[in-house]
């Protein structure tokens, strides 16, 4: 069965560093595009970033250039690098797949339980 593992999640100060991993699992055999969704404190999940297996890249506009989002293809796992943290960006960062296929069979989407990142100012 799929499953995705996130990692990383934790307290910084403003203007520090943060780097989240996710683990895809499940005799995987591809993965069309991994991102990253974060859910803050009253409000709905939000995207912040997405990347396709062929390494294209999206942004949500409030975390452009502080943040790299990356894949690893043969590992099966996503990374997102968070720079310049404020704290807007405390929330509940949640690891997600879409488009996969497995020895199996085909699966649409997939997320994983979540990581709490809290930014103190």
């Known amino acids: 069965q799929v499953q995705l593992v996130e990692s990383g999640g934790g307290l910084v100060q403003a203007g520090g560093s943060l780097r989240l991993s996710c683990a895809a699992s499940?005799?995987?055999?591809?993965?069309?595009?991994m991102g990253w969704y974060r859910q803050a404190p009253g409000k709905q999940r939000e995207l912040v970033a997405t990347?396709?297996?062929?390494?294209?890249?999206t942004y949500a506009n409030s975390v452009y250039g502080r943040f790299t989002i990356s894949r690893d293809n043969a590992k099966n796992t996503v990374s997102l690098q968070m720079n310049s943290l404020k704290p807007e960006d405390t929330a509940d960062y949640y690891c997600?797949?879409?488009?996969?296929?497995?020895?199996?069979?085909?699966?649409?989407?997939?997320w994983g339980q979540g990581t709490q990142v809290t930014v103190s100012s």
């Open positions: 990347i396709t297996s062929g390494y294209t890249t």
């Open positions: 499940g005799n995987i055999i591809s993965i069309s595009v």
């Open positions: 997600n797949a879409k488009g996969l296929v497995t020895s199996t069979g085909r699966f649409s989407d997939y």
